[in-house]
């Protein structure tokens, strides 16, 4: 029988087609994000499934998918499926690191510069008129935080935090990490987590959001952090206590912020963070770059293509499905 995968939104890159020719290929086509019914119901007729960060797969998808065989989500972080479900079911789950390392780096750095030089609020002052003769260029005008000779925090050395080690040392920036299981990497230094975060002018996120990390920044480690001090977030919001992050922002303890990432997503209309001028805020586009996503989506299709053939996935996140006994052929 000709295996049924059902991918969650149209994608990108090549190999989508080539995957087409091996199986039954249903594509969400929208308008807008799939409605968590819908997954459901395609769910419970399909052995494969292609999915987003948006899609949530837990226990309850699972019970509904009795014939489900592989997982392959468009995405590095895994937060959204529930893995241990899918490994006592002897499910793998496809993800796609590495591709995106630059580019998410990047964003984060860009939204660093962005709040540290008070470039959205810059923004909004030229774009609605008000730079006018009594508000023109004087000494103390939109002035911000220096970058360079700066002292940067990264929370999570992964391939993500090295690559944003790697910006900040072209800007002569002193480099401090904290990782869970300490990691030698030239030119930064690892101290403890609390440390990192008195100690910086800047902190950028890049853990992964686990039942371990979950509000690892809360309100006693927001206020460790260095008076003045700028936080970029382009992990999960999950990692970060958005209300002690917008109170440390709106009384000064925080010079500003550079958020791509919320605990809800799209973004709650009154998420105290909107409100307040020293936060640049993104909606979620760390790795959005046409090359990159073509790259997600030929992983996201190579895993399932794998899947497909019974060979193991080649970016599997629980490959203790393929020790004896695992994985669950397709079909
Ligand atoms: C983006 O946030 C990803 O997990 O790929």
């Not at 592989?70 to 006592?88: E, I, K, P, R």
């Not at 690191?97 to 984060?108: C, K, N, R, Y």
């Not at 008195?198 to 890049?206: G, K």
């Not at 686990?210 to 977030?233: C, F, H, S, W, Y």
Request: charged fraction near 20%; include cysteine.
């Amino acid at each position: 029988m000709t295996a049924r995968v059902f991918v969650t939104h149209q994608l990108p890159g090549e190999r989508i087609h080539e995957l087409a020719r091996f199986c039954d290929l249903n594509v969400w086509m929208g308008p807008g994000l799939l409605p968590a019914a819908t997954l459901r119901a395609e769910a419970a007729a399909c052995q494969g499934l292609i999915c987003l960060l948006t899609d949530r797969i837990d226990r309850q998808l699972l019970d509904a998918a009795p014939g489900l065989r592989f997982v392959s989500s468009m995405s590095v972080g895994v937060d959204h499926v529930d893995v241990a479900a899918l490994t006592a079911r002897g499910i793998p789950l496809g993800h796609t690191p590495g591709v995106l390392v630059d580019t998410t780096a990047d964003t984060a750095f860009a939204l660093l510069m962005a709040a540290a030089r008070r470039l959205g609020e810059a923004d909004r002052f030229v774009r609605q008129g008000k730079w006018a003769a009594d508000t023109a260029w004087a000494p103390d005008f939109f002035t911000g935080k220096d970058v360079g000779g700066a002292t940067l925090g990264i929370v999570g050395l992964g391939a993500i935090g090295q690559a944003m080690a790697r910006r900040a040392a072209g800007f002569g920036m002193r480099v401090l990490a904290w990782n869970r299981t300490p990691r030698a990497v030239p030119g930064v230094e690892l101290l403890s987590l609390d440390e990192v975060l008195a100690h910086s002018d800047f902190v950028s996120v890049h853990v992964a959001l686990t039942e371990q990390t979950r509000q690892l920044l809360d309100a006693r480690r927001i206020a460790l952090m260095k008076p003045g001090a700028v936080l970029v977030n382009t992990a999960r919001g999950g990692i970060v206590d958005e209300c002690a992050l917008a109170a440390a922002l709106a009384d000064g303890h925080l010079f500003a912020a550079g958020i791509d990432v919320y605990e809800q997503e799209p973004v709650a209309a009154d998420n105290p963070l909107l409100g307040l001028p020293n936060v640049v805020l993104a909606p979620h586009i760390g790795s959005a770059t046409l090359h990159t996503r073509a790259l997600m989506a030929d992983m996201a299709a190579d895993n399932a293509l794998a899947a497909l053939r019974g060979a193991p996935m080649p970016c599997c996140v629980n490959p203790s499905v393929y020790a004896p006994g695992g994985a669950r052929e397709p079909g």
